[in-house]
């Protein structure tokens, strides 16, 4: 499928991998050129089924001229707002005239719906594994915090106080990374200046990378930055919210506080339990990678607009090609002789990696795996692991690959 998408490069840069993973074409027109003729143009060239746009603050977009050129070539629209639910009110205009509005925020669904909007969903952020990733760098911190300062912000705030405040009594080392809106807050002195490299780089370098929220009360909404430091194999110590307990297990994908009290302890009991602490990240990584990639969520918000073609994207994401001797093709395999499984991904490193994630989906079904084995690679078959599966009965097709654990 071709996705065309408007505004944000830096999560077009996110999602594109996730895309091409499930077998689908993002193009991307770039910022500061939509203009009715451009978007015509762009829409004409990629033939797009899809065109999605976010929440961004770039203001200059013909927004009504490009959802009517998108409706003359029956292309279904989407709205991400990830800026739900503190920027609500900001970018509900913006919403106006998509076919889907898709919300980080549960308690905005009805919000929406009151404004006209037919169809509203909850999706949330993820994290993109073609990015974020351990890097293995000496870890000469005590603790990091990458973000910025949001006076205006009164649950971040509370985060800030719940998260920063031990560090002012200098018994640990901490580095405080991100824009100057940290001048003239009591963390001045622990600010660095803004990022210039991958977020991976930064977190590798602590023992415990610290975290907080916008909004402590909404049931779905958190920040990237969760999702992307467990990603990078990170230990979080991250502020309480009422969407951080549901997602994630406190003391087993990472760490939650809620007050300064709390977090001082926290800093000396993990400090000094590194085996314990690595356990944790391991497995945040794994959790994150199995449930909440940019993947989970472009075939998440997929499978709910077309809802009927949720099996063949499912295969696809998968990147599966079952062979039944020369019965011929077929998916799900049948029937109870082995079955091989060709794996394919563009190079051997992707290709061992969604391996290991055909072997996660096949043992949840009940399907016994009795072998691997790499190709000898050649130019046809650089990047395909063989796996031999004997099948106990039919894949179901799971209703919306839900980011939720099974």
Known sequence: MQILTLGS??????????????????????EGTETGDTVRAAVEEAQPRLLLAFADWQRNVPWAEVLEIARRKDVRTAFWNIEDPNHFDAFKDRAEGFDHVFTTAAERVEDYRALGHDDVSVLRLACAPSCHYREYLPRDLDAIFVGNHYPGEPDRMVGEQNVLLPFLS???????????????????????????????????RARIVLGMNEQRSSPTMTSMRPYETLACGAFQLNDWSVAME???EDGRHLALTRSP???A???????????????I????????????????????????IWPEEA??????????????????????????????????????KQSQMAAGQVLRVLGQRGFSVTGVRRLKATRRNRGQHVLSVRPA????????HSSEPP
């Open 265 to 279: 302890g926290l800093m000396d009991r993990y400090l000094h339990e590194e085996a314990r602490r690595e356990t």
């Open 246 to 248: 549901s997602l994630f």
């Open 170 to 204: 200098r018994r640990w080392r901490l580095e405080i990374w991100g824009y100057d809106w940290w001048r003239r807050t009591p963390y001045e002195s622990l600010w660095k200046g803004p990022t210039q490299g991958p977020l991976r780089e930064y977190l590798a």
């Open 311 to 348: 099996r063949r994207w499912f295969i696809d994401e998968l990147r599966v090609e079952a062979h039944r001797g020369e019965e011929g093709k077929g998916w799900p395999p049948e029937g109870e002789g082995p079955t091989e499984v060709t794996v394919e991904a563009p190079d051997g």
């Open 9 to 30: 490069a830096f999560l077009y840069h996110l999602l594109r991998p996730a895309c091409e993973q499930l077998g689908h074409r993002l193009a991307f027109l770039e």
């Open 261 to 263: 009290g709390e977090t």
């Open 393 to 400: 009965g039919s894949l179901p097709v799971p209703g919306a």
């Open 281 to 304: 990240a391991r497995e945040g990584q794994r959790y994150v990678y199995a449930h909440h990639t940019y993947a989970h969520r472009i075939q998440q918000m997929l499978t709910h």
